[in-house]
């Protein structure tokens, strides 16, 4: 008698804005997949953000958070909006993120920025600049000058003072160090880490630590680049580069920008992992309230962001495969588009799109 083995979880926290209608469309491929290739997979779904904190009064429930915990791995979509702006800071949507990387201790995140053949014209750099763009950027996610210590606003010689702290030790910067060491390892093996290690004294270490790391990875090239150099190269000429590790702030920047060489940044997807492949996946776009419920956004970051799931924390890589060939088929085929990556104005659904890869899955 054989006895089935344990389905493994995943937390669905939707979201705000679009988050809802794209993570809607990443589950729908969650459950096809199921079904062609018995993963296994079993979604639970909790609210977080500013759904959470209209529900709950907070938007990191505790039976949010526990769901998390518990969870292999989380799919997450956008949190949120403009009518939280007047919310206490610690209320906030937003602070559901960093307590989820911070409880969950997801230290390393990864935004890829490839650029899809058939949407080069989307992309505001030229075609020739921009065609085979294939960038990892590897942040530091739990540490740095959003989580340092001391912070805050306080009166002094009668006005107002703001201040943050940048901090990192060298455990920190150790760890973000070989998780891209390693990722470089399986690709080109070529790493360029950013700093500002001519201004700052906490650069000035994290140099130093990646410099010392890199003598245990001697097939990787390193280089060092200074954060506003990396800026200016990344929209002057990004093939240059292959996989890139900074810090908490400076990738924060840099992924953005790198986002929006591929077209539409509704087309990213990263991932947030833990020291043992835990993660929590999501899109790179934010909860975009001005498209909301109109059902136009585009899924398939939030898609992609499953195929990368599959891929770091289930080890499944063929069914990871099987998401990014039927993506690039609705892309090759140049029937569906929606409003962010369409070029003749015939813009498809938020449903459509999901459909469309829907029905590419072999």
């Known amino acids: 008698m054989t006895t089935k083995s344990k389905p493994r979880l995943i937390a669905v926290l939707p979201g705000d804005g679009i988050g809802e209608e794209v993570t809607q469309q990443s589950v729908r491929v969650i459950e096809k997949l199921n079904a062609l290739m018995d993963l296994g997979l079993e979604c ?17 429930p505790e039976k949010t958070l526990e769901l998390a915990k518990a969870a292999d791995a989380v ?49 505001t750099l030229k075609p020739e600049v921009v065609s085979g763009l294939d960038i990892m950027i590897v942040r530091e996610l739990t540490g740095g000058i959003y989580f340092g210590q001391p912070r805050g606003i306080e009166q002094s010689d009668g006005q107002r003072r703001g201040f943050n702290t940048m901090v990192y030790n060298e455990k920190e910067i150790e760890r973000i160090a070989r998780s891209a060491f390693e990722i470089a390892m399986q690709r080109n093996k070529t790493l360029c880490s950013v700093d500002k290690a001519n201004v700052l004294e906490v650069s000035e270490l994290w140099r130093e630590v990646v410099t010392r790391v890199s003598a245990d990875y001697s097939e990787v090239s ?116 929606t409003a962010d990556i369409t070029v003749d104005g015939n813009a498809a659904s938020t449903s459509e799109m999901g459909q469309a890869v829907l029905d590419k899955l072999q």
């Open 75 to 123: 799919l997450l979509g956008a949190v949120g909006g403009p009518k939280y702006d007047s919310a206490p800071r610690e209320l906030r949507p937003e602070r559901a993120l960093l307590g989820l990387r911070s409880e969950l201790d997801l230290f390393s995140n990864l935004r890829p920025a490839t650029l899809f053949p058939e949407l080069a014209a989307a992309s």
């Open 44 to 60: 639970q779904h909790e609210p977080v953000g500013g759904t959470a904190y209209d529900l709950h009064g907070t938007p990191l």
């Open 222 to 337: 390193l280089s060092h680049m200074y954060i506003d150099n990396a800026c200016m190269q990344l929209v002057r000429a990004p093939k240059q580069f292959d996989v890139i590790v900074t810090t908490n702030m400076f990738g924060d920047i840099l992924s953005d920008a790198a986002s929006m060489l591929t077209g539409s940044i509704g087309m990213l997807p990263s991932a947030s992992l833990d020291s043992n492949s835990k993660g929590m996946y999501e899109p790179v776009h934010g909860s975009a309230p001005d498209i909301a419920g109109q059902g136009i956004a585009n899924p398939l970051a939030s898609i992609l962001s499953v195929a990368m799931m599959l891929r770091y924390s289930f080890a499944q890589t063929k069914a990871a495969d099987t998401i990014e060939t039927a993506v690039k088929a609705v892309l090759a085929d140049g029937q569906i588009r």
